[in-house]
């Protein structure tokens, strides 16, 4: 017997950063955007806890206790006295240390797995403040389709959206380390008054009306001159998507993944195919969204 959980990437349609806080972290004013790209997490009885990947970046992935997946499991099961023996095999589509939010989408896949494996039945709730401990994205990645993320992200608003957005999603030939983005980030901004971070009003009109215009006037990323000043590069992926006729480009969250807006699906195609014959990255994928949080598919 075994199950298997789908779970999104997203994409930070705002990312709105505060100064560091005592504890290290940033307060945020994240909105998140679940799109369709996804990995399938399946957890089986096993005699140990461990973890296997497939997929073009497995070779990435750590199979150790610091896999999100297995850190799950491990809480899942802490909480309920069990042992977490459990193969957890993750078939991964989302890019690996991407600003996509893999790693959490595993976190959380595995999670709900071995909720449903073990018949644990937790809480909604439950799950989420175990999500909440694994890491900031992680909530989100359970809940998926819009949501405004404060605190350090973990503190989720459900928003409305309106309609589905076309993306194109360029993957660059290294990853980024979100902690060494937000020091990035603390370095830029030194000696300098940092704003409390705000959700931005146009931003959410636009995501409610389904309107990619108004969206594509009113994206913006605080940890964008971050990754870019630590992957240069990345400025001539944003500069082809440009040309390639994309309503608007950004970072993805901590990046590496840079993230470009279309008006429709058609549309995403043509950007698609110019952005993987500028020579500017690994590779490309379309996705839309707003796409569903983690799900069980199987078992
Ligand atoms: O929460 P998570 O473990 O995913 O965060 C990874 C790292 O990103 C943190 O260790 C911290 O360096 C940085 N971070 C932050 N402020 C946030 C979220 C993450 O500084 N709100």
Redesign the pocket.
Known sequence: MSVTVRVPAKVNVQLA?GA??PD?????A?VFLAVGLYDEVTVTPADTLRVTCAGPDADQVPLDRTNLAARAAEALAGRYGREAAVHIHIAKDIPVAGGMAG??ADGAGALLACDALWGTDASREELLDICAE?????PFSLVGGAALGT????KLTPLEVGGSFHWVFAMAVRGLS??A???EFDRLVEGLDVPEPVASQPLLDALAKGDPDALAAAVSNDLQPAALSLFPELADTLAAGREAGALAMLVSG?GPTTAFLTPDAESAQAVATALRTSGTCRSVRVAAGPAPGATVIDG
Do not use: K, Q, W, Y
């Open positions: 950063v560091a806080r290290g972290f940033h307060d945020l994240n790693g959490s694994l890491g900031s994205d992680v605190g350090r992200g973990e979100t902690p983005v937000f020091r901590s």
